[in-house]
């Protein structure tokens, strides 16, 4: 039994609402396959890939074998592309789960390929080129004979090739110049699987989008153009995740007291001080920079001292009625308000993306349908 007050509540319906707005937004043709690594953005890999296949994907990306592998134990059917690296020590694995890899190498695609020919069992892989990303992949001009090679290697099915956008929020030249890239390179193949674009290019793309896209940040109604997106580009779309906790102990320090550790936090004047039980075990950081506030009673509340491991103290004097088990908003909407992810990144100098998957596994994930 979970009773501890520490949460992340995912709202499932939202991530099947942005799926479907998704598909609108594509048209029919285009597959969609729900990035989920990463424990779906933190967001929690099983529960929000069921719900994105629910709402129309047929396909799940994840970056490692491991995160494939949970999903197949969790029941899940579809289709499944590790996007990363994949030691071909762990051959076994893939051909047991099922699982398609992502091929950047041709000592590593030969190995596989030795495994697969001795037990009679293809592997079926993705190409990775790189066009502009300088990370994974056969650059421009060794993909045509990487794509060869690979195409006549047995034991292997190369079904699919893919590219990464590296700006494709904010360098449509240079995107649209990579997607003309990786048509050029892959075009006259007969590939049953292209696929080039993420939540950004997918949405601002048509000519980018081939067979399938591969989406994460959008499936969570988060923006990729962090709190100013282009006009009406995320309409329809909205967060799944909130933060929450509850107030467990209230006190009145007098002038000067110190709160937390280091007592870097003096009271100016009497203050009332509020404990939640979050802290940076939680993902709830604690340096370079904090939160800095959270909502208590619809109104926004000071995170003070240093954040804790498993506490952290806020200042609740200006809030009328507070009591021990109030509500507290730490990302996400309460009374009239809201705190975004995106809010939140800016306060800590990064991105949503990483908002939501710092949060660590401690506080339990909590699903609804709203
Ligand atoms: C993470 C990832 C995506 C998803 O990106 P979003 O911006 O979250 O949509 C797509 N493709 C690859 C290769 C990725 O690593």
């Known amino acids: 039994m979970a009773h501890h007050p520490t949460r992340v509540v995912v709202n499932l319906q939202a991530v099947r609402d942005n799926v479907r707005t998704l598909r609108v937004r594509l048209g029919p043709r285009t597959a969609i396959m ?49 996007m990363g690296y994949t030691p071909p020590a762990a051959v076994a694995e893939v051909l047991h789960y099922n699982v398609r890899i992502t091929l950047f190498s041709l000592a590593d695609a ?30 421009p001009t060794e993909a045509p004979a990487a794509l060869e090679a690979l195409r006549q290697q047995p034991g292997l099915v190369i079904e699919g090739a893919f590219t990464h956008l590296c700006c494709a929020e904010s360098d449509p030249d240079f995107s649209r110049h990579q997607i003309a890239q990786f048509d050029v390179l892959t075009r006259h193949l007969g590939l049953p699987w292209r ?29 990729p153009w962090g709190a100013q997106p ?8 909205r967060p799944a995740l909130s933060l929450r906790t509850r107030i467990v102990s209230l006190k009145t320090l007098p002038d000067g007291a110190g709160v937390g550790y280091g007592a870097r936090y003096r009271c100016a004047g009497e203050r009332r001080i ?28 000071p995170v003070v ?19 021990v088990g109030d509500e507290v908003v730490v990302i996400g909407e309460q009374g009239f308000d809201c705190i975004t992810a995106e809010e939140v990144a800016a306060r800590l100098g990064t991105i949503n993306y990483e908002v939501v ?6 506080p339990r ?5 709203l």
């Open 305 to 323: 001292g240093s954040v804790c491991m498993d506490q952290s103290m806020l200042d609740v004097t200006h809030i009328a009625d507070v009591q």
């Open 230 to 237: 282009p006009a009406e580009m995320m309409e329809g779309f």
């Open 34 to 82: 729900a990035v989920v690594k990463a424990n779906a953005y933190g967001h929690g890999d099983l529960a929000v890939a069921r719900a994105a296949l629910e709402a129309g994907a047929t396909w799940c990306g994840v970056a490692t074998l491991e995160e494939a592998i949970r999903l197949r134990e969790g029941g899940i059917k579809a289709s499944l592309l590790v």
């Open 274 to 301: 509020a404990v939640i039980p979050i802290g940076y075990g939680d993902g709830f950081r604690r340096a370079p920079t904090h939160f800095g506030e959270v909502l208590v009673r619809g109104q926004r509340a």
């Open 357 to 362: 998957t710092a949060l660590s596994a401690r």
């Open 195 to 223: 696929h080039a674009c993420n939540s950004a290019g997918a949405l601002s793309y048509p000519e980018g989008r081939f067979d399938m896209v591969r989406v994460g940040l959008v499936t969570y109604g988060l923006s």
């Open 110 to 139: 030969a190995a596989f390929a030795r495994f697969a020919q001795a037990s009679q069992k293809p592997i079926r892989a993705h190409i990775k080129l790189d066009t502009g990303m300088g990370r994974l992949g056969f650059l």
């Open 365 to 369: 994930r909590e699903y609804v349908s």
